[in-house]
């Protein structure tokens, strides 16, 4: 088969690699496309290494049809059409995993788009339900609101009737997230947690964190009393100060959070709560994949610049034949 | 009534106050006895005023007859003899509090000495379960392991098949704990988390530590993959580094947690939980109260000095006649 390789000079090249095999609990599926991630550039980067025994290819996520099913596999059938959540391996004309990380793609929406949505979906999910224990009313600050996982996760505030307010890099990039249902928004640059304060004097119940070290102190400061500051990311760096004092009086929690190193049992119970509580509001339009722009696989260098550059709004779809 | 009121230079006097009156949800407690916790020590010198409309009175746990039920009390009856959890006002002749927080004593222990039992194990109840989600065979670190909490937390990780290791300040701290049923201990002056590594190559599970800052970095260095440090007091203060890489990598879970200013509908939570998981263990004399000395309410002075020196093992309970 075909897939990316990762040159000495860092070089997204489509050439040929070795096609899958699967166990006995896997499937294995012809991908119709995949989706960009910021964990997929740093892994090129070589930051950013695969679990253990996940492919070495890059690509936590792809839409495609069941091709081979292993012996043990019960839920998923050869044929299906899916979309799966991988801890590897996405960039390819094929891939392996857990049955239980494969669902049925969403009604209504095309095979090829469907593939943006298992990573960012199943983040939020378990982030913002697992993790965060998410209730209706709450409220929600999101960094970084106009990235795959900040349109993700506003429109699932809107679906469970909480309020979002996102930062983000440029004034288009909010305007976007407020069309898409956050009730604010504020500049990056411009002391956003000033006016995160005025917008939720008594502390916002959960973020959902990429930056990290940066923010680390002023997110601490605007969670409210028994808030929940989900860290997903490093973008502002690792190390900060930390205010014990407040973390206990405030009986704040702060979660660290990946799922790409989790087991195959926890995302399966994400991937089945996503097919389950979210996946039929696609149909109902409720919600949509937000896809900034749809590339061929051949063209993967210039969708990690567009990411690289932060210019989408939403995901990168890379199709592949 | 006669009630501990704080002198001027922070002495503890057994003078006349005034009777607490109960709301429609509320019991009124004719106290037996109570028992000193480091909050109330904390609480005299200025530095842990009392949630809002709780008595001013120290005392956050007690034990005795209920004397009266305002008109919506559903469970507990007049003459019951009950063990509570208070928000304040134990240290005196009568307290009350809504009934979620007083259960009946457990059987097998004398009402006295049922005072001591409410604080500690509802903190370690809902600190471990509520919050650390425990588990059997979960590896769990006590620090000030000989304490109150130390002592029923260890009794607790017995009863539902966790090892515990603990760290105090003496020998024959650590020996006593070990008795009690502590895997093994550490002296607080001696590299204990060395000993803690060697203990637990993997990490450990859960942390109750009420050391705060100048144990910070050590807890989140021997905590496992999705470990859970609970931050339950900061006697070794407030600020410390963090190193957000690691938090993330290992999603690990850093938890602010007291339970005085919680919800009557948590600490009735809890308290319910205690009565029904809990208590019967101690008719069956799988655990029991750790007490180390009881004392007459009138030398409330001596028992603050006592804790305050850190000499006790377990609980220091005051008789109230």
Redesign the interface.
């Known amino acids: 088969m075909k897939a990316i390789i990762v040159s000495e000079n860092k070089e997204l090249i489509w050439a040929d690699s070795e096609k899958p095999e699967i166990s006995d609990n896997e499937v294995l599926i012809k991908i119709k496309a995949t989706a960009v991630n910021r964990a997929d550039v740093v892994q090129k980067k070589g930051f950013y290494p695969p679990p253990l025994g996940a492919s070495e290819i890059l690509g936590l996520e792809c839409s495609g049809i069941i091709e081979a099913i292993g012996k043990n596999v019960k839920k998923r059938k050869v044929g299906e059409q899916v979309c799966a959540l991988l801890a590897g391996g996405g960039y390819a004309q094929y891939a392996s995993c857990p049955e239980e990380q494969a669902i049925p793609a969403p009604e209504g929406i095309s095979l090829t788009n469907s593939a943006s949505l298992p990573e960012v979906f199943a983040t939020c999910w378990l982030n913002l339900f697992h993790e965060a224990n998410m209730k209706e009313n709450d409220i929600v600050l999101l960094h970084a609101g106009a990235s795959g996982i900040g349109t993700a996760a506003i429109q699932l505030c809107n679906l469970f009737n909480c309020k979002s307010f996102v930062t983000a890099s440029t004034h288009e990039k909010i305007s976007y997230c407020i069309k898409l249902g956050a009730e604010n928004g504020s500049l990056r640059s411009n002391k956003p947690f000033d006016d995160i304060k005025n917008w939720a004097p008594d502390g916002v119940d959960i973020i959902l964190d990429p930056v990290?070290?940066s923010y680390?102190q002023d997110n601490l400061n605007v969670l409210s009393i028994e808030g929940r500051l989900l860290?997903?990311?490093?973008m502002g760096?690792?190390?900060?100060?930390?205010?014990?004092?407040?973390?206990?009086?405030?009986?704040?929690?702060?979660?660290?959070?990946?799922i790409r190193?989790?087991s195959s049992i926890v995302k399966g119970k994400v991937m089945n709560d996503l097919l389950e509580k979210v996946w039929p509001h696609f149909k109902s339009k409720k919600i949509k994949p937000i896809i900034y722009k749809t590339m061929s696989i051949e063209n993967a260098n210039q969708a990690h610049e567009i990411m690289e550059k932060d210019e989408n709004i939403g995901k990168l779809v890379l199709k592949i034949n």
């Open positions: 990290g070290g680390f860290l997903i990311g490093l760096g690792t190390k900060s100060e930390i205010n014990l004092g407040q973390v206990l009086m405030k009986r704040q929690k702060i979660i660290g959070s990946t190193a989790r």
